[in-house]
């Protein structure tokens, strides 16, 4: 939920700072929204091509610990018993009591209960890097299309229109994101919003210097 969160929170801000650059550089209305619908669609690409290298490194460096464990216990299986009875020891069994955990697992799943214990690779937590790049791309392109619609919608004042959904926006999501990670919704708020803001604020700046500097003919 978190990392939704934070890229809906990316779609958002990047996509809202884009079309209120545009339009602070007096683009045209359909010029605002095609760079908004560019900036979704490379955006939710970008976040997606670059999830799915990042998880696949994952998924392959998980890969090859399994396939080192499972060697090493082809090869060696009183030593990794012994390497996994001072695992439970470590964390607070006795000697006795760890030694029957670790021979009863090792009995049932050798290579499971390594790769639980040892490795710390779990079944619910095994990298998949097509489903966290469609989820990226997902929450990416969620949050883009908020600035995106309003824009499309604001005939006028568009500026203010989405500036102001954005910032509601973002206090929204902060306290999402701080709830999912555990920390207090206001502080998370207010320092998503606040960078949000900057962002933005820059933006339009530049945004408005490149409009003096090439004024629309």
Same mark, same amino acid.
């Given at each position: 939920?978190?990392a939704s ?6 779609g958002l ?9 545009v339009?602070?550089? $007096?683009?045209?209305h359909?010029?605002i929204?095609i760079?908004?619908?560019a ?18 490194s994952?998924?392959?460096s998980?890969?090859?610990?399994l396939e080192?464990?499972r ?7 009183v030593?990794?018993? %012994?390497? /996994?009875t001072q695992i439970? =020891?470590t964390?607070?069994?006795?000697p006795d009591?760890?030694?029957? =955990?670790?021979?009863q697992l090792?009995? $049932?799943?050798?290579l499971?209960? $390594?790769a639980?214990?040892? &490795?710390?690779? %779990? ?12 989820a ?13 619609? !309003? ?6 004042? &568009?500026?203010?229109?989405v &500036? ?5 926006? &973002?206090? %929204?999501l902060?306290?999402?994101?701080a709830?999912?990670?555990? %920390?207090?919704a206001l502080?998370?708020? /207010?320092r998503?919003t ?5 962002a933005?604020? !820059?933006?339009?700046g530049?945004g ?7 004024p629309?003919?």
């Amino acid at each position: 939920m978190r990392a939704s969160v934070l890229g809906a929170n990316d779609g958002l801000l990047s996509t809202a700072s884009l079309v209120l650059g545009v339009a602070a550089a $007096h683009g045209t209305h359909k010029a605002i929204l095609i760079s908004g619908v560019a900036g979704l669609v490379a955006g939710a690409m970008s976040m997606a091509a670059g999830e799915y290298v990042s998880v696949s490194s994952q998924a392959d460096s998980e890969a090859s610990d399994l396939e080192r464990e499972r060697r090493e216990l082809s090869t060696d299986p009183v030593g990794e018993l %012994a390497e /996994l009875t001072q695992i439970y =020891v470590t964390r607070g069994l006795s000697p006795d009591l760890a030694g029957q =955990v670790a021979t009863q697992l090792m009995t $049932h799943d050798a290579l499971g209960a $390594h790769a639980r214990d040892e &490795l710390g690779i %779990a079944d619910g937590s095994i990298a998949r890097p097509v489903q966290a790049a469609l989820a990226s791309a997902a929450s990416f392109a969620a949050g883009a299309s908020v600035p995106l619609i !309003v824009g499309g919608l604001a005939t006028s004042h &568009l500026i203010p229109f989405v &500036l102001v959904t954005s910032l509601l926006c &973002l206090v %929204a999501l902060g306290s999402l994101a701080a709830r999912a990670g555990g %920390a207090g919704a206001l502080k998370g708020s /207010l320092r998503v919003t606040f960078w949000g803001a900057l962002a933005m604020a !820059v933006t339009l700046g530049v945004g408005s210097l490149v409009g003096e500097a090439s004024p629309v003919r």
